[in-house]
């Protein structure tokens, strides 16, 4: 059962920019057919999907987010990474780092996939 | 853009059957998952692919998907099922949604 950690700063201040690091153990970021995800979830609210890397290193991003977000991955170290710039207090919420799974998908496949395991989960808030 | 929407709440007794609704434009043509939440937990994964249960997910959750509408049902709901319930589907490759949540409660 693969375990992932996220880890972060846990308070950031507006306009400036995050960085969060997930950390995978049993598996690999280059295993076929994965997606490792990075989703949030406000205090209270709902879950929103942020971005994905793929198991070939092709990335995919909320087209919502896309021009603020960098996913990106460290196959030596297996982690992959989140980057969000310009902060607001919207953007304060819990960073859940996921790993996306799509097992009959002979390419890249994130519209087939789903989450198979998640990370603790990171609160980040965005506050001067 | 693309949107999933379910009720924002759901009350079933103990022992009952719950069903909990997500629709969106098409959605019987996408794959959807469904997911767990407990206060202070992360998600879990309860269906995937519409109607399949990953290993360890108990009998009494099923799914479907047909039409504009994907439903996952609890038959024999029991106390320990109270938690927030999430609907996942992608439109495309950059569009990926989950409904809005939908809270279960047993009593």
């Known amino acids: 059962q693969v375990q992932m950690q996220e880890s972060g700063p846990g308070l950031v201040k507006p306009s400036e920019t995050l960085s969060l690091t997930c950390i995978v153990s049993?598996?690999?970021?280059?295993?076929?057919?994965?997606?490792w995800t990075w989703i949030r979830q406000p205090p209270g609210k709902g879950l929103e999907w942020i971005g994905s890397?793929?198991?070939?290193?092709?990335?995919y991003y909320n087209s919502s987010l896309k021009s603020r977000v960098t996913v990106s991955g460290d196959t030596s170290k297996n982690l992959f990474s989140l980057t969000v710039t310009s902060l607001t207090a919207a953007d304060s919420a819990v960073y859940y780092c996921?790993?996306?799974?799509?097992?009959?998908?002979?390419?890249?496949?994130?519209?087939?996939?789903?989450?198979?395991?998640w990370g603790q989960g990171s609160l980040v808030t965005v506050a001067s | 853009s693309f949107e999933l929407t379910q009720p924002p709440s759901v009350a079933v007794s103990p022992g009952q059957t719950a069903t909990i609704a997500c629709s969106g434009d098409?959605?019987?043509?996408?794959?959807v998952s469904w997911y767990q939440q407990k206060p202070g937990q992360s998600p879990v994964l309860v269906i995937y692919?519409?109607?399949k249960r990953p290993s360890g997910i108990p009998e009494r959750f099923s799914g479907s998907n047909s039409g504009n509408t994907a439903t996952l049902t609890i038959s024999g709901a029991q106390s320990l099922d109270e938690a927030d319930y999430y609907c996942?589907?992608?439109?495309?490759?950059?569009?990926?949604?989950f409904g809005g949540g939908t809270k279960v409660s047993v009593l």
């Open positions: 996921a790993k996306g799974y799509a097992p009959a998908c002979g390419g890249d496949c994130l519209d087939e996939a789903y989450f198979e395991s």
């Open positions: 049993d598996d690999s970021i280059s295993a076929n057919n994965c997606y």
């Open positions: 890397i793929s198991y070939t290193g092709k990335t």
């Open positions: 098409r959605l019987g043509d996408k794959f």
């Open positions: 692919r519409d109607t």
């Open positions: 996942l589907a992608w439109e495309s490759s950059s569009s990926g949604a």
